[in-house]
């Protein structure tokens, strides 16, 4: 059994190293062989994450989180338990992030077909990301009345801070810069409206299995029905006691 | 010292911006944890509650009492300042006598509080009644006068919340569930027909407005609106109504809010519910007089006089009823035919 770990440059993660330490110890290492090699390869990987891309993700967390807090009402309308809320904002976030990393794609592909420019997928996906900080104030959507007027002006602000953060990382013109950012997005409208592509049917299946609800209706649709199904169940009920009665 | 004196007066002034902030992004909640079954009473969609039954059971009784139905049910709506539908102001009460005098064919129900979906007060049983009862009970006081003012912004939220296209219907059917949960009790008939006619102050304008699709639907009646100095939004729930009358002291300017906040409302958005429904000759402004929007002077004074020595709350009263009695009755349609409406829908 090869135990070449290399145990250098771990010191900084103590834990580790002292379980690391007690499996190599053990009497017979071929039982843990294969969680302590794991362990080992995830603490002999150089650090691939770079601080402008934690810095990136930490901006889309939280703009994600609180966008959907912002917009939670369709939950609560929905009649959402819960737990539900809270898968379900998971599965919306999981949804919404994928259409980021596709608007980062086309972003690239763009760039590249258009205007002959490429950077790596990392660094567009930092300069998109980076263009959803707005989106942090997205709780602020819940505030009555002025709620659905900030949204407006939050949507309005992260597409002008991509089109300045294209602009500036690639050296674009405010022109090139404008379709780059745009046309990604019409792409992803166009891919996600057309039917043969069943996209609807995969995002239903989705929440479906991640949420339990398939359909998150309209406020008004619902509390409509509501209150006619309860002026239908009255009368009915009144027309059963007066059968009753005769 | 002037140095620490504005610190200390910058300092309160961002604590109270900053809890009004909270306030206004909370006041939201309210309304749909009840929608979503995560509070007290929540509706129970597709089942009738225990109060409807009986509700039905009592009606029948009252069927073969044979006993002539009332022409019209006005619902008293109070203003942004009330804690509940039960501790309303002394000179509305007075108001509400002298229109029960004045209408006497006409039953004048006003125990539903409008800024709450299951009519529990403010100073109910609430996460924070302790705290509004306490700012409620020193309200005569300077102090608590000055404490009071997070009633108003309580309250104000909750017009927002009712005039938001997003929360209001959920907001309003609440209200409009209490509403008819208080005809009925007042012996509403179950056929419905009877014209209902809801009458806010101030806020409670907006309420009477956005309640409107829920009751018409509800109660199967036709809804009319009396607006007293009401700040009215642009809530497209106007188009359930069958007329509004506002009523607007030459001195009130707080409806005004709602001329300027509101986009619907503005006269260039032509095609808005608002303007459309204005259009349609379904909108009355009535200037009763120099009347301002609340305190010594207002709609419901009895001690201020007109020019031609009429009191304030009789001028109002008068009005009301005039327009109340300007209601042509409905065609009455029978029970058995609506039974199966619903459904077939």
């Known amino acids: ?79 959402v338990s819960r737990s539900q809320f809270i898968r379900s904002l998971l599965a919306f976030g999981f949804l919404f992030l994928l259409s980021i990393l596709f608007w980062t794609l086309s972003v690239q592909i763009l760039s590249s077909l258009l205007f002959g420019v490429h950077k790596p997928f990392e660094d567009v996906f930092i300069i998109v990301s980076r263009s959803f900080t707005p989106f942090i104030l997205g709780f602020l959507i819940l505030l009555p009345h002025f709620g659905h007027y900030l949204y407006a002006l939050l949507r309005v602000w992260v597409v002008i801070n991509l089109i300045i953060n294209i602009a ?38 989705f929440l479906k299995i991640t949420t339990g609800k398939a359909d998150y209706r309209d406020p008004n649709d619902l509390v409509m029905e509501y209150v006619r199904a309860q002026r239908a169940l009255m009368l009915q009920a009144s027309y059963k006691q007066e059968d009753g009665n005769d | 010292m002037i140095d620490a004196f504005i610190l200390t ?159 209001g219907p959920i907001n309003n059917a609440g209200v409009a569930r209490e509403i008819t949960k208080s005809l009925y009790r007042h012996d509403y008939p179950l056929e419905g027909d009877i014209p209902v006619i809801t009458m806010g102050w101030s806020g409670g304008g907006q309420i009477a407005v956005g309640v409107a699709p829920f009751l018409h639907l509800g109660l199967d009646a036709p809804i009319y609106v009396v607006s007293i100095g009401g700040v009215l939004t642009d809530d497209p729930s106007i188009a359930f109504v069958e007329h509004l009358w506002h009523l607007q002291g030459s001195k009130d300017k707080f409806p005004r809010i709602g001329d300027i906040l509101f986009p619907g409302r503005w006269p260039l958005i032509k095609k808005s ?18 009347m301002i929007h609340t305190g010594k002077g207002d709609y419901f004074d009895p001690k201020t006089k007109l020019s031609d020595g009429q009191p304030h709350v009789e001028k109002t009263v008068a009005i009301i009823r005039d327009a109340v009695r300007s209601i042509q009755p409905p065609v009455s349609t029978s029970l058995q035919v609506e039974v199966n409406q619903p459904l077939q829908r």
């Not at chain 1, 900084?12 to 190293?17: A, E, I, T």
């Not at chain 1, 090139?176 to 996209?199: C, D, H, K, N």
């Not at chain 2, 009592?58 to 300042?81: D, F, M, W």
């Open chain 1, 1 to 79: 059994m090869d135990h070449a770990w290399n145990l250098q440059g771990i010191g900084s993660r103590p834990v580790l190293h002292k379980y690391a330490r007690s499996l190599q110890s053990t009497k017979h290492p071929e039982a843990p062989s294969f969680l302590a090699n794991t362990i080992f390869q995830l603490e002999t990987i150089p650090m691939s994450i770079s601080p402008e891309l934690q810095h990136a993700l930490l901006i889309l967390f939280l703009s994600i989180l609180s966008l959907l807090i912002g917009n939670s009402v369709v939950l609560f309308a929905n009649r």
């Open chain 1, 168 to 205: 500036h990382a690639y050296g674009f013109g405010p022109g090139q810069a404008l379709i780059v950012s745009l046309l990604g997005w019409i792409l992803l409208e166009l891919i996600t409206s057309l039917s043969f592509l069943r996209l609807d049917t995969v995002k239903r299946w």
């Open chain 2, 9 to 167: 007066a910058l300092s309160l002034i961002a604590i109270v911006l900053g809890l009004l902030f909270i306030m206004a992004l909370l006041s939201p909640l309210e309304a749909l944890t009840w929608w979503a079954g995560w509070s007290d009473h929540a509706p129970s969609p597709g089942k009738l509650s225990k109060e409807a039954r009986e509700e039905i059971e009592k009606q029948e009784e009252k069927k073969r009492e044979n006993s002539p139905p009332p022409r019209y049910y006005l619902v008293y709506l109070t203003a942004i300042g009330g804690v509940s539908a039960e501790e309303i102001s002394h000179r509305e009460q007075i108001f509400l006598e002298k229109l029960s005098e004045a209408l006497p064919e006409a039953i004048i129900i006003s125990d539903v509080y409008p800024f709450s979906v299951t009519n529990n007060p403010l100073t109910g049983e609430r996460m924070f009644g302790w705290l509004w009862r306490k700012i409620h009970e020193k309200r005569k006081t300077i102090t608590g006068g000055i404490l009071a003012s997070f009633i108003f912004a309580r309250n104000l939220f909750n017009v927002a919340v009712s005039a938001d296209p997003r929360y």
């Open chain 2, 273 to 290: 519910t608002w303007n459309r429904f204005k259009r349609a000759g379904k909108m009355t402004v009535i200037v009763p007089g120099p």
